[in-house]
């Protein structure tokens, strides 16, 4: 069972940058399905459902949500068992509960923004204010 805890979150001005970590209790390699796994950075804010920000595969290939494209860049460094979601040009919109997940890639097609996560972290808080 993979334990996912998130930090970095906080409170920064519109425009300002954060980044948030996510260390995970085993190695990812532990995760791999049939095509690799996914980890992935997700949010919800107030009132809103979750939506998928950023995701990068056990390849490194990566996927970002349209909102965020140019703005965050999501990297994973598998020897200190850390996700990364570095945050720029931060808007009041992206203010949100961040959670990091992990989940194993059993289908060859399955895009990581669109897979079921088994593994979630509990949340860090971004406050973005204008």
């Known amino acids: 069972q993979v334990q996912l805890v998130e930090s970095g979150g906080g409170s920064v001005q519109n425009g300002g940058s954060l980044r948030l970590s996510c260390v995970a209790s085993e190695d990812f390699a532990s995760l791999y399905g049939a095509y690799g796994y996914c980890t992935a950075w997700f949010r919800q804010a107030p009132g809103k459902e979750r939506e998928g920000v950023a995701a990068i595969r056990s390849d490194t290939t990566t996927t970002y949500v349209d909102s965020v494209k140019g703005r965050f860049t999501i990297s994973r460094d598998n020897f200190k068992r850390t996700l990364y979601l570095q945050m720029d040009s931060l808007k009041p919109e992206d203010t949100a509960m961040y959670y990091c997940?992990?989940?194993?890639?059993?289908?060859?097609?399955?895009?990581?923004?669109?897979?079921?996560?088994?593994?979630w972290g509990k949340g860090t808080l971004v406050t973005i204010s204008s």
């Open positions: 997940a992990a989940a194993r890639r059993n289908r060859k097609y399955d895009p990581c923004l669109g897979i079921e996560y088994g593994y």
